[in-house]
């Protein structure tokens, strides 16, 4: 079992950046893949960035490209995601997962979540 735990989230104007952290326990290994993920209110979960350990490859969503970054501590077992720029069409509960593979842009492929943190973006 791996336990993931969101912290980071907050309310912020348009413009203006936040960071989230995802901390792993438990089973962690090198191999998984991590992502972030997001939903706001009425709207499915959507892919939002991943990254994996091994090789430190990432992905993002066409919609955060150029704003957001993903990245990780080995050491420390976290992820993080470096949100800057942010638009009030951001707004939604991000959530962190891990797989047992490389990482994936689909949420069916991810096994383990967190709680999810509340990031809220002001106009």
């Known amino acids: 079992q791996v336990q993931l735990v969101e912290s980071g989230g907050g309310l912020v104007q348009a413009g203006g950046s936040l960071r989230l952290s995802c901390a792993a326990s438990?089973?962690?290994?090198?191999?998984?893949?991590m992502g972030w993920f997001r939903q706001a209110p009425g709207k499915e979960r959507e892919f939002v960035a991943a990254?994996?350990?091994?090789?430190?490859?990432?992905n993002y969503a066409d919609s955060v490209k150029g704003r957001f970054t993903i990245s990780g501590d080995n050491a420390k077992n976290t992820v993080y995601l470096q949100m800057n720029s942010l638009k009030p069409e951001d707004t939604a509960v991000y959530y962190c997962?891990?797989?047992?593979?490389?990482?994936?842009?689909?949420?069916?492929?991810?096994?383990?979540w967190g709680q999810g943190t509340q990031v809220t973006v002001s106009s």
């Open positions: 438990g089973r962690t290994s090198s191999r998984y893949g």
């Open positions: 997962a891990a797989r047992p593979a490389v990482f994936s842009g689909s949420r069916f492929d991810y096994d383990y």
């Open positions: 990254i994996s350990w091994i090789g430190g490859r990432t």
